[in-house]
Structures are given as C-alpha cells and as structure tokens.
C-alpha cells in the first residue's frame, strides 16, 4: 500500500543498528544512506521502504508491522531484535484472534515503538 514510510528517531546510531539487524532475516537491504538528519532508507522486497532520520523531537509511539513469508523469518526477527536490545513484546507464535493463519512475534524499539513481524501463510 505504502511506498515508504519516514520517521524520526532519538537515537539515530541506536535505531539503525536496531533496525539493520532485526530485520536482516526478513531480507532488507539499505537503499541510501546520508548524514543522521537525512537518514537512512532500509529496503524491502516488495520495494516499500522504512527511512529513518535523527531528531531530537519525541514521536509518537507507532505500531509498525513487517511482512515475513515464513514462520521461521518471524522466529528468527524475534531473536535478532531482542539481540539487538528490544524489549519483548510478545513472543512468536499465532494469534487465531486475528485469522487462523496469523503467526507473528512483537518487540519493543528503541524510541518505544512496538514493532511486529507477520506471516499469514499456513504451518
């Protein structure tokens, strides 16, 4: 839906290296980097992209949700970003409340957002 999305962040080293590594089982990649107010743009597959900027403004806290095609990317998302200082936010597995097939894990970033990892294919 979303070609990109950009936010600021408090800590701009903190949130990339965050960033980077909780989603490198999903596949990512960087598109550009420049200076911390300019930001980074972290590149998916499906050719939207997250951006974030330094800031010294508090945001307000967001739930952003990343697709993953398989289970396992999901396990491995919830093991990289605790590894990466997240706080746990729900750990991975399916959440039927949603659909059958809703299998998803949620951590805690580091400027408070609860960030999610999703997939919606069967076992």
């Known amino acids: 839906m979303f070609d990109h999305v950009k936010f600021g962040v408090r800590d701009y080293a903190a949130s990339r ?9 999903l596949g990512v990649t960087i598109g550009g980097e420049g200076d911390p107010s300019y930001g980074i743009e ?7 992209s997250l951006c974030l900027f330094q800031t010294g403004e508090r945001t307000a806290p967001m739930h952003i949700a990343f697709v993953a095609q398989t289970r396992e990317q999901v396990d491995a998302f919830h093991r990289a970003a ?13 959440r039927p409340k949603y659909h059958a097939n809703y299998y998803a894990a949620f951590v805690i970033d580091p400027d408070g957002h609860n960030i999610e990892a999703v997939c919606h294919a069967a076992g």
């Open 82 to 94: 605790l590894a990466a200082g997240a706080k746990d936010n729900g750990p991975p597995g399916l």
């Open 17 to 25: 290296t965050f960033y980077l590594q909780a989603l490198e089982p």
């Open 42 to 48: 972290i590149c998916g597959s499906n050719n939207a």
